[in-house]
């Protein structure tokens, strides 16, 4: 009888002290991670000319070896910034082409160009802060922010400018900014991956929608005058490259998430061909290297924002 009470005593006391010990909770799953990877779809432009194109991912380069994923949406203008929009901020036209438009075409609506990259993102502080708007660039020089709101156009350098080089863009900021060259490529290609030229692959239709060498009469053109792209932007192949905020560098990584260019070296990226650009550089694949303090008649820029 006492071996049988000794029993059930070991027994109770081996279920008490389990029932007492804290129970190992199995660990909460982690949640998977989100990637983007819907080709960025775009609106319809707003009063200003904007487009909005959506976050989503694409391949990039000529043989789709660059995979980009944007997490954010973007806005970019639907033309290249005009003679008239860059002379109602800056207050002067530094444009070779002031004269002599094409029949039918408005003189203050073709493109600026004579501009640097330093200019380009001078314009876009300065328009910012004309519209009420925060500036996404930073220059400082002795350690002294740029006055941008008084900032005059001779006072840019011209020369390769260390302090400027060094510019900081916020890409959280509502202002206007140039477009990196990710965002760029994505919106000349207009939602499609297998065009070659910025509304076609086909060669014998390129003269529909760009400005080059066969049909440029070695002049710039009135924006909006060719059909556009898929994303309802215009001139993305043709008339004036365009300036990106990228400083150049390796453009074959298999994979990126918002890429902003290379940390070193003074040369910005071009895209886009020009009026009297053979037609290799009108590939939208095709980069061009540039200093940022040259200027010449073939190189514009159009604006781009970050949307909130």
């Known amino acids: 009888m006492r071996k049988n009470s000794f029993k059930v005593f070991l027994v109770l006391s081996f279920i008490l002290m389990v029932s007492a010990c804290p129970h190992k909770t199995e660990p909460e799953p982690t949640p998977p991670i989100t990637t983007v990877t819907k080709t960025p779809t775009a609106s319809e432009a707003d009063a200003n000319g904007f487009v909005t194109i959506s976050a989503g991912s694409m391949p990039l380069n000529s043989d789709g070896s660059y995979h980009v994923t944007l997490t954010k949406a973007y806005m970019i203008c639907d033309h290249e910034v005009t003679q008239k929009e860059w002379q109602d901020v800056m207050g002067s036209n530094p444009s070779g082409f002031r004269s002599n438009p094409a029949t039918g075409e408005v003189q203050e609506n073709r493109p600026v160009e004579q501009v640097s990259w330093y200019d380009a993102i001078a314009y876009c502080n300065k328009r910012s802060l004309s519209e009420g708007l925060t500036p996404c660039y930073s220059v400082k020089v002795d350690e002294t922010e740029v006055d941008w709101e008084n900032l005059k156009y001779a006072d840019i350098p ?11 863009c916020d890409f959280s900021k509502k202002g206007y900014r140039l477009p990196t060259e990710a965002e760029w490529e994505i919106a000349a290609r207009g939602g499609l ?11 014998s239709k390129l003269g ?45 990584t298999s994979e990126a998430t918002d890429p902003t260019g290379a940390e070193l070296g003074t ?31 073939y190189n514009g820029f159009r604006l781009a924002r970050t949307v909130h």
């Open 267 to 297: 040369e910005r990226v071009g895209r886009g061909g020009h009026f009297d650009s053979y037609l290799p550089k009108h590939f939208m694949s095709y980069r061009s290297r540039m200093a940022p303090n040259k200027k010449n008649h």
């Open 193 to 203: 991956t297998g065009d070659v030229y910025a509304g076609t692959d086909d060669v």
């Open 208 to 252: 529909d929608y760009a400005w080059y060498r066969d049909n440029g009469d070695l002049k710039t053109h009135e924006v909006k005058k060719k059909k556009p792209n898929g994303y309802g932007l215009y001139d993305m192949s043709g008339n004036v490259y365009e300036r990106c905020w990228d400083r150049y560098g390796d453009y074959t």
């Open 158 to 168: 011209t020369d390769n400018n260390a302090d400027w080089n060094a510019a900081v």
